[in-house]
């Protein structure tokens, strides 16, 4: 199994090669471009949300305070002394990081659903949701968001099943298969529901036709290809 810094530095290799090739074809700005890479790095640690303890479950439970944290601060208003103030943060603390982490840690099992094709069409789909409904994200940069999610996350699941894999006396461990499957073939019943909630969230995801017009076209990719040589080079 590849561990964190592994994945970290594959994913953000792979990120950024994608998201370069988006800046210099003019498609996104730099600051997009730093951002679309930022996401892609994300995504290829974000499998590991499975393994308790692991850094990426440390980083994602320190995201998810700081966002609950901040929703519940701006619904106080003005009239609250800074005691009260300090006692609310404690108390969201405590909440996600004694209560909601531990439900969570006792429902995921490592190389579960998480790591799966499913999983990561499923979690690509939700942050595209996410990005454009709870971000000033455009349509288009909303679906990158989403492909850069999922681009690392399959660089994740391949990583790991090539792990397993032992080179030097050619020799499949016992863990091989279990990284990268199309869902969690053990329990139906979770794969299905997350089959449906992906279902459902693409059909509210913005603008799918227009991005598929758009992003997928045979005019992108051409684009993309012309501007990897600089100017001189191509007479
Ligand atoms: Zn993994």
Not at 181 to 210: D, H, V
């Amino acid at each position: 199994m590849a561990n964190f810094k592994t994945h970290i530095q594959i994913s953000a290799i792979s990120s950024g090669v994608l998201s370069t090739s988006l800046l210099g074809a003019n498609f996104v700005n730099s600051v997009e471009a730093v951002l679309l890479w930022i996401v892609g790095t994300l995504g290829g640690v974000l499998p590991d949300v499975d393994s308790d303890n692991s850094t990426t479950l440390n980083i994602l439970f320190g995201i998810i305070t700081l966002l609950s944290i901040t929703a519940v601060l701006s619904q106080l208003g003005v009239r609250v002394s800074t005691l009260e103030i300090w006692a609310v943060i404690a108390m969201v603390y405590g909440f996600v990081n004694w209560v909601v982490r531990p439900i969570f840690e006792s429902y995921t099992v490592h190389r579960g659903i998480f790591h799966s094709l499913l999983a990561a069409v499923f979690l690509s789909v939700l942050s595209i949701v996410v990005a454009y409904e709870f971000t000033f994200l455009n349509t288009t940069m909303s679906w990158l968001v989403g492909f850069f999610i999922f681009i690392g996350y399959v660089t994740h699941l391949v990583l790991d099943e090539l792990y397993s894999v032992d080179f030097s006396n050619v020799r499949v461990k016992r863990s091989f298969g279990t990284a990268c499957k199309l869902y969690e073939y053990k329990n139906i019943q979770i794969s299905l529901t997350m089959l449906l909630m992906a279902g459902g969230l693409f059909f509210i995801a913005p603008n799918t036709q227009g991005v598929k017009n758009t992003l997928l076209s045979k005019h992108t990719f051409v684009q993309i290809k012309d501007s990897f040589l600089p100017l001189a080079l191509k007479s």
